[in-house]
């Protein structure tokens, strides 16, 4: 740190100093001379704050962090509102990962000279700490000073982040429900703040709260296609509810529409599969013959191979006095059954060997 002179033109002590930087070769170091200038006018002069400041200074650009921090601290010993020192100490510190003594230094200078870009690097350690709560103290207070100032807003919303998906994975649900509520108040229209309440509320196990902040994330950005698959998942999940509950048509509407969500979710084509299956066999024992017909062939639809379902067909069919058709469903019943037997029998054929 330099500072600029007062004088108009170059003085003749100006010029001595260049005559005599201009009389080493390009690239020579000068850190020992300056050094040694420096140490001795600390002996005659050892109260100077601003002499050990540079002394540190330079001790610190040649990476002897020891004597640098020494002599920086000396500095602020002498003179305290010396921020220049506490800047320095502050870099030092954080260089060699230092961070709470790089934050404590930093806050020294902050409390004479603060600005958004020294209050978001106080910020940024703690962040980098995950200490999320103290990051967004600081990123905010960066923000007071300069409400444009882009990086104290990204990292806030990251901070939020962070410290929410770290409540999840520890199981505090509710906490990261309120740490993301906090969060919406700055951030009405994240996309990243509404899937992780998405999130948190679908670790909790309230599946429609989840789905609920999950395609609010979905009108902010239509073709994020996690929220898409989590909201599959989410309404497969309510309808296995529904299969244990024996609510066979409320959990195939739901399985229905996670498909139209994710189309790829195997687990509700599955579900869907299970639900019609015990739907068929439910109106077969009623006596509700067609309508057991027309589950048993939707099984089948989705899995052409449901050994159940094929059986169950044939029995709705002789019911209604269509044996050939009911005759053509037990034999591919038992085709199956006879595959199925040879396959275990190569199995354990195999086993022995």
Excluded at 28 to 37: G, V
Excluded at 107 to 115: D, T
């Amino acid at each position: 740190m330099y500072f600029s002179s007062k004088a108009v033109y170059p003085t003749r002590r100006d010029k001595a100093t260049l005559l005599k930087l201009l009389s080493y070769p390009n690239g020579y170091p000068l850190h020992a001379s300056a050094i040694a200038e420096l140490k001795s006018d600390i002996s005659t002069s050892y109260n100077s704050a601003q002499l050990h400041f540079w002394l540190g200074s330079v001790y610190a650009d040649i990476d002897q962090e020891d004597m640098a921090i020494k002599e920086l601290m000396t500095a602020l010993k002498l003179d305290p509102n010396l921020i220049m020192a506490a800047d320095r100490l502050g870099r030092i510190f954080q260089k060699v990962g230092m961070y709470k003594k790089a934050i404590n230094y930093y806050s020294k200078e902050a409390e004479i000279e603060p600005s958004p870009g020294l209050l978001g690097m106080i910020g940024m350690l703690h962040f980098k700490q995950k200490e999320y709560e103290k990051a967004i103290k600081y990123f905010q207070k960066a923000l007071h000073l300069d409400s444009q100032y882009t990086p104290a807003r990204t990292n806030t919303l990251a901070a939020y982040h962070l410290w929410a998906d770290e409540l999840i994975k520890t199981g505090e649900n509710d906490k990261a429900v309120s740490v993301l509520n906090e969060a919406l108040k700055l951030f009405s229209d994240s996309r990243v703040i509404y899937y992780d309440l998405g999130t948190a509320y679908n670790k909790s196990g309230d599946k429609e709260k989840a789905i609920e902040y999950y395609k609010k994330a979905l009108e902010v950005e239509p073709s994020f296609s996690p929220a898409k698959s989590d909201i599959a998942t989410c309404m497969n999940n309510l309808a296995a509810e529904h299969i244990k509950n024996k609510s066979w048509e409320k959990s195939i509407e739901l399985c229905k529409q996670a498909l139209e969500w994710d189309p790829n979710c195997w687990e509700a084509q599955k579900n869907i599969e299970s639900a019609s299956l015990c739907l068929a066999k439910e109106k077969y024992d009623s006596g509700s013959i067609d309508e057991a017909i027309a589950y048993y062939k939707a099984v089948l639809e989705i899995n052409p191979n449901n050994i159940d379902a094929h059986n169950g067909l044939g029995n709705a069919l002789y019911k209604k006095e269509l044996y050939d058709d009911a005759i053509n469903h037990f034999n591919i019943a038992l085709a199956s059954i006879q595959n199925l037997m040879m396959q275990r029998l190569v199995l354990i054929w195999l086993s022995v060997l």
